[in-house]
């Protein structure tokens, strides 16, 4: 409303020059942010940059620190250089930032500026080697070091990198005598020949800090050195306004003894989609091509990250309205709008009825199903189907075998046969009685007992080592890696290897001992049994990831995790299970893989993940309904043709993707069409791939088509990229004609005396839930017409619809 | 060839030919393929060649990824046949052409990969070298210029191993004491040895390697290292020679030599891209190892400086390497806990001996040579006999051992992490165990000598102990501060104690004036005491004299008074009795006798009347004199009481005084001492600055010494250069004249066969060449 008072003249005509995105005129100032939103120096080396954010009505938000001006009501606390604070003496004021008529405050704190902290290895000297990358993978923090010296990744050791730099050959690395020529200096300013190269100027704050170290005698710390407790990156979010626009990061570190300080300089930037947004070690972010990023800030063990989008200078974008079916459009709809994406128009019923069939209960829509669900009416006819679907039992099949494979339902060296068939029956059950999944994995994760009787216990059985079933319990039911930690602090997330020991001793007191029958082993709480870590080797007490440290004490701690776990207590569970039921109707999780949670791979809408989350955790975790909540949304029944604004979108859901049919389900559905039989260890002929208990029993087909052996609880086990072997196999192989040929099912309809064109439509709808074109009707009147022998052409006909990609993908 | 002419030679050479040919000078110059204006040009820019001037640079900015052992992308700079031979990537330089050579586009940043990599481009004026260089054809060197030798050989070879003790004591001359380095701070010393056969000590510092007299603990010398830091010094084993391994960091590395007897250096070894870890020197001095962080042991010959062989087994850097003292064997150990044993002279794999699990840091042989010692950072101490490379003993000592040393007697010297330092036997025994270092203890060295234990830490303390008792001795640096500072340093404490001195001086005058003023009181109290004495004496004799006389007084008085007494009664009498005689007498007239007996009554009474009245008269003054006397007494005793008190007073006054001369006098005696003393130090403070003022007088004259003879001696070096230069340059020109000769000569007999075909073409018709041709032939045959 101040806008055409106080914009100055300059800005409005390069507005209106550039043709802003909604409108003709200049879109208003919306709010000025001032990051951080306080100030607090603490001794006399501290500092503090700030930086100035622009956001207006259209979304669009730029970075005007050098324009704003900046004014501190009482100059005597501090001075200001450039967009940096530096401390003069002790007191309290604020300071003011305006521009373009908006003003805004923050408060500025100074105190102890006349103490200077002396220089810390921790907290000074470890960041410059993070920063400027000396303890990478690929430099000296690789598990052997580099051209002879070795740092820990990322500095998880902190004592043991004081020693190698300062006494494990003595005199090379460091010299307190000439302190220029300390190699790892001269190495690091590019003095001498360095395999990394030149990593910063003999002029740059990084070498200062080292000399500063080394001036003090390169002393290591003593007693408690303040451990960094958060980090903050500025600005929150971002939306760049076309190619090469800028924003600065801002980054500050809190410290556990209250302090902070702006380590801008010393934080180690990444962005994890540089077609969007890159950023420059100095912290400068510079838009490339439309697309969303995140930003990413690593300092010390702190992973944090900032939204930022990119979209096409003065974009002209106008939101359609389209009806939201339910919460889950309602949010999709939010982000689309941010992104200036028009989702696709909804597809077709033939299309959602095989899309749903396949998606829900894995089977293809019989003849009579495809007309009776084009002929009805009802406006809800959708749902109706979905809520028909999830009635099957082929539904439950569905997600048995999704959950045999997370649980890795497999015969091996310690689980027999019997054991694993019982395992498979227990999961079964639950899944079919519609055992509420924290129930489920409460007693699956609380197990006890012989792995006969109590098939759960098997879980245990699957995986003995301590450290390995701590990692894979993290992976399926929080969807975290947590792997990284096991050696060193996580690269990309916040896990430690405390945090990682810590979690791990849930699973040190699993006792196991024989049964009676040799192929059955007896699973207790032994009691006792702890980990240590591996540095220092001290005892780690039993901690949530992420969460408290309990107390224990008389307490099965395996039951004592479950019941955490699988709590809304624990932020990723309900979040965790709503992305892998996500992910199974998109082909893609809201955060991909979808066993790969950490901070530096955020969810593509953070909002709706918590929703689906939310709700999870209200259906008292019946997954049956959330699946429900999917299915009618309309974000699900889009169709696959993208439009103008999402033709390159494709983490967003604005339009449905083509997946292939995964192996055990192809199977089935081949089977199907064929009118075919398979017979598989331990089940009956006739039985579906689905079905299949045994992760260890497979066929040729399902191996190439990428079933999943179950050994590892990798989401990556099940293989749905297409390849030569497959289509080769489909072509060439002895499934796909020998099916046609034992199913007879030409033979049986021509029998029938049904003509040509009748069975053609047939093969149709039953392979491809639809009728064949007026088009594909006359080319395929014409080969049917050259051959004589009607049974060959049409099982020609059914080859070539079996081998069709439409067949072969859910779409 | 030809391109590597000097301009000036040509001439000369052209200047000859014209005397001896009437063939032009061009021609000549177009027959050796000469440009003729770039030969004539008086300035020829200078060449650039691979060995003055690319190397050089290829060392500082590409050899760290680009040498024989790393080989990034298959290429070797280090040496000119490699480099030609180029990389994975085809050649990489195109003689003539920079900018068609890959390697060329590479440092310019015109291609990728932008060389070095993940660097700043190297300065403009080494791109423009190796530009030049390239364009200048690919100069290995300045080829056909006469080459003398920079480095005359060398020959220290000894007829046999040396392991006696030799008959001059191996310590050297009177060497500088001018640090090349004095730093703030001290930093982990990086090598001691100890001379085997005299009381020396090597110790390494900043650019300079300090030599200590153990016995005297006094540093001897000093000799500078400009090559960086010694990493690794060793003596011969006959202790003339002293080597230095060592360098810069990731940049050079080398070994250098001096002659202990001299204190000269004599040769250096080596051109390692890092520092040198290890080195030693075979015990008949035909050999010397070296080895570094480069992974490769690289064995040189003395005589010859060049490298025999590289032993290219460990897989980590070389840390420790040793000559056995027989000089058979060679024993070389990494980083890794590698160690293997070689035939020193056949490069043959002796023994690998297997069992050390981290940097092998010390090596060391038993004199014998039949048994190696071994300590490691895996925390154990190793024994390995040499028939079948068996360990005979192990023990863990340190938690990490740094360094290690057999004694000629046999015992084992170590150090460590623990900060101790341990004398063994070889049963494991200990011997002697001493720490006092704040730090990892870093290095040592036994001196067999004066038998003591030398070892080093991390902060750069120097640390000496007898190895008998293990009792401390003294401190050594390695950081000895600048002889301007000793005499600076001198100085202030010669002002200082002359200061010092002067004010103990003034003391001790001070002094004995208050001692013999104390002495005089003394003396005077004393005389007065004596004086007071002497008085009561005579007093109290008065008194005695006084008594005496009182005495008679009163006796006298007393009689006196009995005589008065009698008289009283007599008198009376007298009279009575005289009257009565003389009314008898009346009575009796003329009775003579009677009167008679009256007068004499009468006179006897007038007699004693009057001796009455004498007494009565001259009673008060009897009894005046006698209280007289009394008074004199008691005030006679009186003043002797006062006196009494005077004197004891006197006499406190006289002890007081004895005490403050006493003092006074041990005053002076202790204030004469200390001014004695401050003398001394004042003394012995004029001696150290005459002593720094003489040792940088010594430096001084041995700097112009030293500066004279590498002029005499490059002045030496220039004639002879020209000489060979003026010899090969005559060689080249006796050459091209021969040439030239062979093809006048050839172009003669050519004339003389076409003349003869002429002729005979003549002889068999008519001439039908054109008849100037005919014309010149004549001409030329002329």
Redesign the interface.
Known sequence: MHKALFLPAIYLVSSWLSGAAWATEAPALRALHVYPRDVQMTSSRDRQSLLVQAEYENGITRDVSTEATWVLSDPAIARIEGNVLYPLSDGTGELVVAYAGHETRIPVVARDTATSLPISFRVDVMPVFMKTGCNTGSCHGAARGK??FRLSLFGFDPAGDYFRLT?EI???R??????H?S?FY??GT?Q???????RFDTESEYAKILVRWLEA?APDDQGEVPQVTAVEIYPEHAVLDGLGANQAINVRAKYSDGTDRDVTTLAYFMSNNDNSATIDQAGLVTAQNRGESFIMVRFGTHTEGSHFITLPKDLKFQWQEVPANNYVDELMFKKFKKLCIQPSELCTDERFLRRASLDIAGVLPTVEQYEEFLADPDSHKREKLVDELLSRKEFVEMWVMKWAELLQIRTTREISYKAMLRYYNWLQERIANDVPMDQMVRELLGASGGTFTNGATNYYQNETNTLKIAENVAQVFMGMRVQCAQCHNHPFDRWTMNDYYAFASFFSQIGRKQAEDPRERIIFNSESGEVNHPIGGRQMKPKFLGGAEPDLQGKDRRVALADWLASPENPYFATNLANIVWAHFFGRGIIHEVDDVRISNPPVNKELLEALGRKFTEYQYDFKKLVRDICVSRTYQLGTQTNETNANDIRNFSHASLRRVRAEVLLDIVSYVTDTKNKFQGLPAGARAVQIANGNTSTYFLTTFGRAERGSVCSCEVKIEPNLSQALHLLNGDTVHQKIQTGNLVGKRLEEGKSSEEIVEELYIRCLTRRPTDKEKQELQVILAAEEEQKLALEDVFWGVLNAREFLFNH | MCPNCGSIRILCFAAWLRVVSSIPVVVVCLQLGLPVGETLAADAPPQITYDDHILPIFR??????HNLDKKRGDLDLGNYTSLMQGGSSGEVVVPGDSDSSYLYLLVTHESEPAM?????KIPAEMIEKIGQWIDGGLLENTGSTAQVSKKPKQSFALAAPSNERPEVVPMPPRLSLEPV?H?P??????ALATNPWSPLLAVA??RQVLLYDTQKSELIGILPFPE??A?VLRFSRNGSLLLAGGG????SGQVVVWDVHTGERVFEIGDE?D?VLAADISSDQTLIALGG?QRVVRVFSVESGEKLYEIRKHT??ICALEFSPNGVLLATAD?NGGLFVWEGWTEREYLTLKGHSATVAGLSWRSDSNVLASGSEDGSIRLWEMENGGQIKKWDSHGGV?SLQFTRDGRILTCG?DGHVRLWDQDAKQLSDVSGFGD?A?EVAFCNETDQMIAGD???AIRVWKAGDGQAMNELSA?PPTLAERLDNAKQELSASEVEAQSAAETYRLATLAANEATANHLKAQESLRQLQQQKQTWQADVVTLKNKLDVAANDYEVAEKRAEVLIQAVPALAEAATQAETAAKALLDDAELLEATTRLRQSHRLRAEELAALEQSKPDRSQALSSFRDQVSATEQKIGALTTTISAAEQQQEATAQVAKSAGEKMAASQQTSELAGAARSKSQQHVTHWENEIAFVTQLNRLVAEHVTSRETVLERERGHAEAVAKVEVAKQAATAAQAALTEAEEELARIAREIAISKGIQEPAGSPGQAEQVSQVSE
Request: net charge positive; with cysteine.
């Open positions: 051209d002879g006494r003595s005199g090379r460091i010299n307190l005598a000439e302190l020529e190699l001269k190495k590019g001498v020949p360095h395999t990394g190269g030149k005698g | 500082q900015k590409c050899l760290s990824c070095p990599l993940d660097s700043p380095s730093t701070g001290t930093t982990a010393v990086s510092g900043q960086g830091v990493e810069r960091g990731a940049t891209l520092t962080p980590d850097w980083r740094a992490r990892l870093v991390w902060t750069g950081n």
